[in-house]
């Protein structure tokens, strides 16, 4: 079986300036960072709730660039944890096992919380090491 | 995994750390189309939540909406819903045939007496049982059955909330919606042909985590999901406020982008989650694609008028839908600014039709 690899599809390139999503979120973005400079009061921003046109997240992000920070997180599948060149605002990224982004987030805040160390987690933790102590140390 | 335990417990015993547990409950706001400030409510509630017991009954129906939900692939959210859920009963899915099947429905009712999730996909026809039957009962008696010991329905896709294409004309099977034979029940219509796989278990996600049905609309449906138009969320819709049209699914508005509506986009006077949410892991949906909108969420689906017709437009066949359509299509234009509210209001009370040129004219 061949598979067409000249057809004749018709392209869609939407015009860019007419499809406006990137500059009202980065004033968004803006509103959130100021109220977390003056009131220290977080946001957070789903990004699948917006209904972005085609390349509009690219530039979105692109707008937003690197930062200092690019943490990758393994629970339930990896997340990208990424500090934007602007200190405080984070875009977090969760992905499944199939590497299947399932949730994007701008975060406004100085760490988001998935990156702390939860209390639950450190309960186990602690139990984890003095057993571990308990047995005798493996190396 | 019994009933009795609670999802956080049950996460915690598969090895899901709290950070595992807080990256669940994020996705799963964005799955309810709930605010990221509501996540630490979800994580309080889904971790004191059960395991609530599901039947899923299909009857007059093609399996699209059985495939669309088993073709997400998101192992993490809805794949974690489906393990916490306990699908007692579905006949495609489940490893049980013959009696062994039925008897598996009769226990988990049973046992699960007035809690359990009735879902529905699939019409049911009325004129003759013998259209639609599962091991010898009729479709409406398993309905009306299964129905008495269910805490809530949930209908999925648009032929158990509306008829669908069964129903459609001449409805030859007298084909019915859930709501039409049931009336006592808390009914959860989840419309779409097939309806978008995350709305399905974000219905269930809900119901899991909060224990109460979604706020509904006037037609049975969550606002969560279907309480914009497609064309108020649609990205195409500057374009449309312009009055730039693609005339025909080649020329240059098609080749840039532009509005859908003179190819008979439904958007306007459809309510579904497609603009926001997409297809197929969020790539795309059918306006991104170039195609207009066919309405597939609504009711008269199939009998309301040509899918390529443009929605204020006449059609041959006058009936209830066709008012309707025209009727909601005037309303969103009047929303727009772009159409003349003196002309609409003289148009509604001379029930004169809207055409495009009117619309053209006032853009």
Redesign the interface.
Known sequence: MTTPTNCDA??????AS????VQPLLHEIRHALAQLVESGSTS???L???????G?EERLLAELGEGEIHAQ?S???P?EIIETRFPGVWL?T?Y???D????R?VDVCEIP??MMA????IR?GLEQLASQLEAGLTG | MSNDKTLGEAL?RQG?????F???C??T??LM?L???M?PRIAEALEQARRPSVIWLSFQECTGCTESLTRS?????EG?IFDTISLDYHHTLQAASGSAAEAAREKAMEENYGGYILVVDGSIPTLNPGYSTIAGISNEAMLRDTAKGAAAIVSVGSCAAFGGIPHAKPNPTGAVAVSDLIQDKPIINVPGCPPIPVVITGVLAHYLTFGTIPELDALGRPKAFYGQSIHD????R??YD?GQFAET??DEG????WCLYKLGCKGPTTYNAC???KWN??T?FPI???HPCLGCSEPEFWDGGGFYKAISTPTEDISRAAVYAVGAGAAAGVALGALNRARKARAEKAHEKVTIDDLEKDA
């Open positions: 018709v392209r869609i390139e939407p015009d007419l499809t406006h999503n957070s921003i789903d699948r709730s917006i209904p972005l046109a085609p509009e997180l629970a339930l599948g997340s977090v969760h499944n096992a199939q299947e982004i399932i949730g987030f919380q998935i939860q209390t639950d987690d186990d | 915690r899901v750390s709290r950070r595992g807080l990256k669940f994020a996705a706001a964005s189309a605010p990221p400030s996540i692939h998101s192992p993490t959210v974690l969320r649609c990205y195409r500057p374009f312009k699914f080649d098609a080749r840039k982008g603009a926001t949410t892991e969020g795309s991104e694609a170039g």
